[in-house]
Structure formats: C-alpha cells, structure tokens
C-alpha cells in the first residue's frame, strides 16, 4: 500500500503538469518540450485522445478530458495518503454465499456477504462472485477475476468491500518500484521492455484499477470495466477520439486506462508512446503507436 501511496502521488503530479502543458499551450502550435513533458504528452495521447498542437478544437477535446483525469487522480491520491478512503477487504471469497432472503417473487439470485445484510449485492450471473460472466463487454468471459469491488449503495456512507480472488497472490510477483534498481532500470531501457508486462502482475496496478470502482470515494469519476489491457485500451482511445464530451468518453471512465495511466507515467525512465520503453530523448524520433 505504501508503494501505491508513492504511485498515486507522482500520478496526481504528473497529470497537473500534462494539463498544465496542454493548458499553457493552447495558443502555441509548435510547443518546445523537454524530453520528460514528452513523455507525459506521449502517453496521454496514446491512452486519452490524440491532437495536433495546430488544432486547438483537438486540444480542446483533450484538455477537457485531462481535466476530468486530473480530479480522478486527485481523489486517489487524496484518499490514500490523507488516509480518508475507507475499504472492507476479503483476501478471497468464501465469505460470498447467495441470499437466502430474496422473496420468491423476485426471479434473479443475488451474492451477498454472509450474515451482513448491510453489505453489497452482486446478481448471480456466473457461477462464483470470481467468474467473469460470458459475454462480459470488457472481455475474458468465463475466466477468472483478479478480483472483485463492490459498493454497498443502499447502506449508509455507501461503504466498498474488495474482494481478492482465488490465485491472484501468486500472480503479484513484482512491485512498480522494482523497476527503478539500478540495475533493473538500464536493463529496462535497453531491451525496451513492454508496459504491459512491467505493471500487469503487481499490486499497484490490481489495487489502482479496483479502488477507481469505489463508487462512494470516486463519485461520478469512478472508473467502468470498458477494455482491459494495453491493446485494447489504446484501441479504445483511437475508436473514442472524436467524442467531444468528456463526460461521455469512455476512456477517461475506463478503470484500466487510469491504471496504465499512472503506472506508465510512474516509470519516467521510459516514453512509453509505442507502448515499449523508449529513452525519453529519442522517442520524439520514432514512429507513435
């Protein structure tokens, strides 16, 4: 939790300076930026909505959204170093049993936290808490959760409980912080390592994509499953790059977009606009994702 704390905090700076960026730069059509503005730049672009700095309509769009990003990673940040964002965890999900008390009126089975009628409800649509439901919009139908959040919307103060599914403690076997070891850290750079593969099995990325579900912290910034994974969150920034509303954009309410978002920004040895580690100085050169 601490390491994510470290995390947060760089990621509620990194988007103040990259709307700073845009912001200062909305006159500007031929903006001079350091290699390390580049790189935010760069990864906003590829995971938020793409501009040319001579189209000020674009970098309005953009603007707008990495307005709406800023107050997310704020609430974040916030909530866990000021120590005001209050979670219930379970470490798997035996305490999950289906309600007993639903009238035989209603058709639906509902999960629920045994002997806590205050708690959360989830319709059963699979066979456990932990199982994807087939035909899940976001993808990975059937298979397993890493985990599960929940809010418990007709209890007061409308409290989260996370839930850690079955074989999620053997997946988190690094930490983002391990890149920055020395030797790590040169060893990344030059094979340019994949983004995906740096954050996907550590805590910092499962506890930033499922804290954003937390209705009751984020409010109406609380993070959807739209699209998991680098692949399909970039394809999701490109297919939703026209939408003018940043209310409406789907990737500013992707859970998973976020994540990548400050994790990737975290790691400031690498420019990650092709979604590989490139050395901040010479991505400018190399063709964008």
Not at 132 to 149: D, E, H, L, N
Not at 189 to 200: A, Q, R, S
Not at 237 to 248: G, M
């Amino acid at each position: 939790m601490e390491q994510l704390k470290v995390v947060a905090n760089y990621g509620q700076q990194a988007t103040q300076m990259t709307l700073d960026l845009i912001n200062n730069n909305m006159n500007n059509n031929n903006p001079t930026l350091h290699a390390q503005q580049r790189r935010m730049i760069d990864l906003f672009m590829v995971l938020y909505g793409s501009f040319r700095w001579d189209d000020v309509a674009a970098k309005t769009r953009v603007r707008d959204r990495a307005v709406r990003v800023n107050q997310l990673a704020a609430i974040f940040a916030n909530g866990l170093i000021q120590n005001t964002a209050y979670w219930n965890f379970f470490c798997d999900e035996s305490e999950w049993v289906l309600d007993p008390n639903v009238p035989s009126t209603v058709k639906q089975e509902f999960w629920m936290i045994k002997d806590l009628p205050a708690g959360p409800r989830k319709q059963k649509v699979s066979a456990s808490l932990c199982t994807i439901p087939r035909g899940y919009k976001a993808g990975f139908g059937g298979g397993q959760a890493g985990a599960v959040t929940l809010t418990a919307k007709h209890t007061q103060g409308n409290p989260n409980w996370i839930t850690f599914c079955a074989g999620v403690w053997s997946q988190l076997k690094f930490q983002t912080k391990i890149w920055y070891q020395p030797a790590n850290k040169a060893a990344v750079v030059k094979n340019g390592d994949f983004l995906y593969h740096m954050i996907h099995n550590t805590p910092e990325r499962l506890l930033a994509h499922e804290f954003t579900h937390g209705q009751s912290q984020f409010g109406a910034y609380y993070g959807r499953d739209i699209k998991y994974g680098w692949v399909d969150i970039v394809q999701l920034a490109k297919d939703d790059n026209a939408q003018t509303d940043a209310t409406k954009s789907q990737t500013v309410s992707n859970a998973d977009t976020f994540t990548y978002w400050i994790n990737g920004v975290y790691l400031e040895m690498c420019n990650f606009r092709s979604g590989r580690c490139e050395v901040p100085d010479q991505a400018a050169n190399t063709p964008q994702n």
